[in-house]
């Protein structure tokens, strides 16, 4: 099955632009949807209008401490950046980028970058669902962190171990990303896990 990938190649050189287009149709488990975007003045308006997941682009076109202000701009926030290179480039600038390609790669070190990103973003993915999602019993034990009970007493309650308390709470703090109470008292009643009201009472 291929990989369906939505690219924008921003570099002012028409042979690099249709070279490296080239390359990138060949590529075996990808299907690409490319725009190419010739100046720096197009720039803006091509990624608002595309929402390319991935800009390959030359950092002459653009300082890389630009690239944060330039997803903002175009409400293309999950972009990933990647450094087309094919003179020699300040080390610094490169750091903004979240990878670099130069001409001089191989197809397959080239296909093994778009991997390298589309796995990462697969793994963010999950992350995301992964915080959205707490079972019942995860539930349970919130709302009794929130009422300020320790694990010894949660696990009596619950009719648990000590131990597998830790367990859900580790999990929960790993599925949230929240590690104190405080911040799950937030997620509580964000989540109407327990009433604002029901707070001054615990």
Do not use: W
């Not at 990808?30 to 091509?46: G, K, M, P, T, W």
């Not at 009794?144 to 320790?150: D, E, N, P, Q």
Request: aromatic share 4%.
């Amino acid at each position: 099955m291929n990989i369906n990938l939505k690219i924008a190649i921003a570099e002012s050189s028409a042979i690099i632009r249709s070279g490296l287009e080239a390359q990138l149709r060949k590529l075996t488990g990808f299907h690409f949807q490319i725009v190419e975007i010739d100046n720096s003045e197009r720039l803006y308006e091509a990624i608002r209008l595309n929402k390319p997941e991935i800009l390959i682009i030359s950092p002459a076109m653009m300082r890389g401490e630009a690239l944060h202000q330039l997803r903002e701009d175009t409400g293309n926030l999950s972009m990933k950046c990647m450094a087309l290179l094919y003179t020699l480039t300040d080390k610094n600038q490169l750091r903004y980028y979240d990878e670099q390609i130069s001409i001089y790669d191989t197809p397959e070190e080239l296909k093994q970058k778009l991997e390298q990103f589309c796995q990462q973003e697969t793994e963010d993915d999950k992350e995301d669902e992964e915080q959205q999602l707490l079972s019942v019993r995860e539930k349970e034990i919130v709302v009794c962190v929130v009422k300020g009970m320790t694990n010894r007493e949660i696990a009596d309650l619950l009719y648990l171990s000590t131990h597998t308390i830790i367990t859900h709470r580790r999990n929960i703090a790993r599925k949230l990303q929240i590690h104190s109470a405080s911040g799950l008292t937030v997620y509580a009643i964000v989540n109407k896990l327990v009433e604002l009201s029901d707070i001054g009472k615990l």
